[in-house]
């Protein structure tokens, strides 16, 4: 990290991103490091996730987005912790023939989202790479000293619960892809532009962080499938989980390409990108976390209750579904 | 982060990088984060920085030797900053076509570095890529509130301190691209060796860190360039320079290239990757410093003094020189 005027990258850094650097810790980008103050005796929450061109987005989306998404993906990791943001360091690494207005309107994004998410930029680092471009992201929250909701520690008998709506994303995705399937999938210009702009930004839960870290027994973030998302968290807590399919909570839209096409159904319930909250929630919490997300201003549904056992199961119509592919993976 | 051995990038994390997570925070890389609990009373100090192929490494480098440079350039600004090291995350981008054996090697380069310099790893994320790989790490570390050691912080008077030796790294690199130029340089085999090994492999200072955050009035790490860097230490901290060249520490391999090509003096003085520590030190507390360097077994010299003005000069035989570039951009 150097921006000390000497050089191109470093005006550059100066120009699009010192602005977005108001954080005392950040020394406004000019030193070798920044430095947080940790609230007295919490514990820093610390996670990183990067998009990639042509991997986690497509090289022609808006630039101003690619920055937004970057950041909201890791602030949703956050949220499923409970922990507040306290900022972020980013890694942006950039190919040849880059456009200076492209990396004005990145930053802009990302700098409109670090207010509203009140997660300043302390820091990073800026390379030229002969790849396609890619932002690495690591950000930095608090929760109380040894409060990090995790994983591992849902119990047989908690509610599941799960944020916002599922399966837009991953819809949004293959419209991106192919606009041409909107039609075979009957959505009105709308409902397209609503499962696309679902993808493009996710709407990450930092909202309802205070409420996992009440209520929660367990939580994770639905990033890679509800369905392999949901037997991680099961995995990792030593539970099975029994899904009632038709509570899963899905848009309008989501429910018009299924009715055209039913076997988005799984494509709903595996494929990636949600950024919602899974939690499991023990059953006398559980109307106080609904109530919680309520106030916030944030669907949350219960969608069924964990079992001893292994394995997540998600019943639709009484049949138990068998997927596929569960869930998302680079290998 | 996901590493519940639900898919092939699961297995792998779990195969090379679990091992690795020992710190009761990594969760055993099973979680969506990480959790720290900072030393009371300290900043946590972040500082990110990577490495692509072809752009920092030569993508036929000894993979255990990327992943341990990876580690250690992130060392050394904590080192520079006066920090002991907490941990470190990972976000590692792999070609298609990659090879096991190489992920392998590579984890078991930077698990012995994260050993060696006490420095864990917390967690991380890996992907796939289209493009070159590459490593992006952000290290944390602590010093007692408020005293990280700044760049901006030097006072006219104080003395010019540098550890190590200088300008190896940017010798070994023009070596590790062209082997035959060790023939103009009438380098030795041997000589030839210890230059690229330095730029393979660079020693960072965290044997001085305490000596750092005891003795120095500010500090940065040489990573692109003596020149270049003292510039934007005195930039930051509106003072001057005079530095005496005969006494920039050169090792005896660099001493023999420069007789060989003089040219070669303005590579030492302005090329990358030393991985030093250049500090300002107050004149009453210079032989402490130097004191406390020698007792950690790194030599640290005094190399000239901070004046009133601007800009570092570097005085050779009574003139001062001029370099074509100071330091190293990527833009």
Redesign the interface.
Known sequence: ??Q???????R?IARYFRPLAKHP?A?GL?????????P?GS????????V?A???FFADDAPENIGRKALRINLS??A??G?SPLGF???V?LPSGFEETWLAAFAAGIGADAERYACPL???????????A?V?I?A??A?P?GK?V???TAKAGDRVVVTGKIGDAALGFKLRRDRSVAEAWRLSAPQSEYLVGRYLLPEPRNALAAAVLAHASAA??VS?GLA?DL??LC??SGVAADIDVSRVPLSEAARAAITADPNLLETVLTGGDDYEIVLAVAPQKADAFLAAAHAAGVTAVDIGQLTLGEGARFVHNGNELSFAR??????
Do not use: C, Q, W
């Open positions: 990290m150097d000390n005027y000497g050089s191109p990258e470093d550059l810790g020394f000019g030193d070798d490091a920044a430095a947080l103050t940790p007295p514990d820093v929450v610390l996670t990183t996730d990067g990639i042509g991997v986690h990791d956050l499923a912790k922990a360091l980013m890694a690494a302390l820091g990073g680092d800026t390379d030229r790479t002969p790849g396609p890619s690495s690591t930095f929250g929760v000293h990090m995790l994983r591992s994770m973030d890679d392999g037997s991680k995995r990792a569960a869930s998302f993976s680079h290998f």
